[in-house]
């Protein structure tokens, strides 16, 4: 299981430093993302890509749990008033849930991908003012470690705070 530690950085130079340090440190580049005010040149690293600028996970899981409960009560209404002269069985509540599962996780995701993270609104003051957050997905038991080896040798870094799980898929 990985956490998510949050950096607020002056500029991209410090970024790239702190991330040579953490590529040093063995933690791959593909888990290291920034995100900056449109305009800011971040030549060389590794930008956050929808899944960590937007609420696409969050909107996935709402719509996947929504939809499944949707499925499962439109499998019940089938199955207790069947349509004249059709026998449904009761695995008609599964097919209906996992369609709607599916069908309620893939309008959701789309709908949130275009809402700002909302983990993030407490960065974008200083996303806005031009500093840089840097987004470092690390092993839960490196946590500690990571914090002070960026404390003891960046401190133009500030320590912004440690999600608490990063989801499985993105």
């Known amino acids: 299981m990985r956490r998510r530690l949050y950096f607020i950085l002056p500029d991209a130079v410090s ?4 991330r040579d340090a953490l590529l040093l440190a063995q933690i791959e580049n593909a ?3 920034v995100m900056a005010r ?16 937007s609420d696409f996970v969050h909107g996935a899981e709402t719509g996947l ?6 499925g499962i009560l439109a499998g019940l209404v089938a199955v207790l008033f069947p349509p004249a002269g059709v026998d449904l ?8 849930a996992l369609l709607g599962a599916a069908f309620g996780a893939w309008i959701a995701s789309m709908v949130a991908s275009s809402i700002p993270n909302s983990r993030l609104k407490t960065f974008e003051s200083a996303v806005a003012a031009g500093r840089i957050l840097m987004m470092v997905d690390v092993p839960a038991g ?3 470690e990571i914090k002070q ?7 133009e870094a500030a320590s912004s705070g440690i999600e608490p799980t990063i989801p499985a898929f993105p």
Request: glycine residues 10%.
């Open 65 to 70: 749990a929504v939809g499944g409960g949707i």
């Open 15 to 18: 970024a790239r430093r702190i």
């Open 89 to 96: 069985q009761f695995v008609t509540i599964l097919i209906t």
């Open 31 to 33: 888990h290291i993302h």
């Open 38 to 53: 449109d305009g800011v040149p971040l030549n060389g690293l590794h930008e956050a890509s929808i899944l960590q600028s």
């Open 149 to 155: 080896l960026i404390a003891s040798q960046h401190q």
């Open 142 to 144: 490196r946590v500690d």
